[in-house]
């Protein structure tokens, strides 16, 4: 299982890559959302864009939050367009994961010269 969690994830960077060579630093996170949604469709991988997670608290239903991209039904991708990561975006992605039970999650900052990419796994 581990093995097919790293060539997933190296498909999706090797994605994002493909897209921040194309379009560089500058944009908004939502451009580089839909031209990765574009190049992960043109290599065939699934995903789904703004998936909605639903959040408990004491078994009640108290919000929902939505997901950048959830790629393959099991790794979570989320983007960013800023300076720099700081804790609070690792924490995020921690708290999707343990909200769908998931394992692996992609931090991609596209606002640097070179490509940003923090794996996090539970």
Request: proline share 1%; hydrophobic share 45%.
């Amino acid at each position: 299982m581990e093995i097919e969690f790293e060539e997933l994830s190296s498909r999706i960077i090797n994605a994002a890559i493909a897209v921040h060579k194309e379009l560089g630093p500058g944009f908004l996170e939502s451009i580089y959302e839909e031209a990765l949604s574009i190049e992960l469709g043109k290599q065939g991988i699934r995903f789904e864009r703004q998936k909605e997670v639903k959040i408990y608290y004491d078994q009640k239903e108290i919000g929902i939050h939505r997901i950048d991209l959830l790629v393959e039904k099991e790794i979570i991708v989320e983007l960013k367009a800023i300076k720099d990561f700081e804790d609070i975006h690792f924490a995020q992605l921690k708290s999707y994961l343990k909200a769908t039970n998931l394992k692996v999650g992609l931090l991609l900052n596209f606002a640097k010269t070179t490509l940003s990419i923090k794996r996090v796994v539970l």
